[in-house]
């Protein structure tokens, strides 16, 4: 019952952030361009290879691995917002991609095809999921013997002050706790060891962790702003049961510590994700 609420709640969340995300999201897409395509490199993508895509958000990571495939092959959408899916096949279109389809619904309760995917792939979305561990399961089922899942997700708030900061903020205007362990959030699965251990108890094998870093770039720090009221589910759900007021005061002072990462010429914040991948037996 717990995790029927909270997936409720986190489609709720995406449902309503999807167009903000659709609008931001190619600011994250350059930022963390390279970490991506290392992800994909991890997942073993090549041409002809059917792909799963989990948590897939408006796509951009979506495309890159339909480009790799090649039409030869094909990538699954999914993802737990059906309007994030609809910029999906938008995106798609636009960009001359045919071999893209979607599937709606929460990572855990999937309906896949046994040993039908070559690879799968999350890209900053296994972290926020109900059940990872469970998601971990479908996943490996879905997947060939000998194919890999790869995941990207944030390491820890110490290297990522551009993340943590602006959430501790709004926590504290909330009277809200961080997520507990074993709880959906955006550093849940960045402490040492957590994301192998995940993966390793997902049944996964011959599974390798390491961190990169990306730098994110934003105009300034209103624009680093809007993009969090408008694209971050994770943060627009914490100020949900605040008056409109006491929201507006909570982005105000998230906006003055953004100008830390203010410079001459413009907005600067590094990032620090980790990315975990492991393989069917």
Known sequence: MVEETTTSRLRS????????????????????????DTMIDEAGVRPGMQVLDLACGAGSQTLRVAERVGPAGGVVASDISPTMLEHVLHNAAEAGLHNITTLEGPAEDLDLPTAHFDAAISRLGLMLFAAPGRALETVRAALKPGGRFASL??????????????????????????????????????????????????????????????????????????????????????????????????????????????????????????IGSGART
């Open 13 to 36: 969340t995406w449902e309503a952030a999807a167009p903000g995300w659709a609008k931001w999201e190619p600011v994250w897409a350059r930022a963390a361009a390279d970490a991506t």
């Open 153 to 274: 997700v944030f390491t820890t708030p110490l290297h990522n002050s551009f993340m943590a900061d602006p959430m501790a903020i709004l926590l504290r205007h909330a009277g809200a706790a961080p997520p507990g362990p074993g709880q959906p959030g955006i550093f849940a699965l960045g402490d040492a060891g957590v994301l192998e251990r995940l993966l390793i108890d997902g049944g996964l094998v011959d599974v390798r962790t390491h961190v990169v870093g990306a730098t994110l770039r934003l105009a300034s720090a209103d624009s680093a702003t809007h993009m969090l009221q408008e694209a971050a589910g994770a943060y627009r759900a914490v100020l949900a049961d605040l008056a409109e007021a006491d929201r507006a005061k909570a982005w105000a002072e998230v906006r003055d510590r953004l100008t830390q990462f203010e410079s001459g010429d413009g907005l600067e914040a590094e990032l620090e994700f980790i």
